[in-house]
């Protein structure tokens, strides 16, 4: 005995598992790699100086440290006195900091949703009207 299938649930389906797969295909790489046994902060302290010094050139930055009451030569004499450790950290932080954020994640997983919303009103044979 054999039953019918009715293809447009069929079809529906395979089309929302088809959907589901891609989206769960799109898996983030994992890096791996060895720590040094040395600390790498101590090793890049003209780096991490760098990149703190672009920060500080900043015209918004050096406008609210002279706002708060700190002098150039204030802040270099503070910054000269931070450890390697202490620079390396606050090196990495304004590294870390993403000032427009990043929306790319937000758009894809929008975009999803708005096309798994339109499927479903495709197959149900639903129609949206705004008057």
């Known amino acids: 005995m054999t039953q ?14 088809l959907a589901v797969m891609t989206v769960a295909g799109f898996v983030p790489r994992a890096q791996a790699g060895f720590i040094p046994s040395a600390a790498p902060h101590t090793l890049e302290r003209g ?33 000269s006195a931070l450890s390697d450790k202490e620079l390396h950290q606050i090196a990495t932080s304004i590294q870390d900091v993403d000032v427009a954020g990043d929306g790319v ?24 009207t705004i008057s």
């Open 4 to 17: 019918r299938i009715d293809t447009r649930m069929f079809r529906f389906t395979a089309i929302l598992l």
């Open 47 to 79: 780096k991490n100086m760098d990149s703190v010094q672009q920060v500080l050139e900043n015209k918004m930055i050096t406008k609210r440290l002279s706002e708060l009451g700190y002098s150039q030569q204030e802040i270099k004499k503070r910054l």
């Open 105 to 128: 994640g937000f758009v894809i997983g929008l975009l999803i949703i708005v096309a798994l919303v339109a499927l479903i009103f495709h197959f149900t044979d639903t129609r949206v």
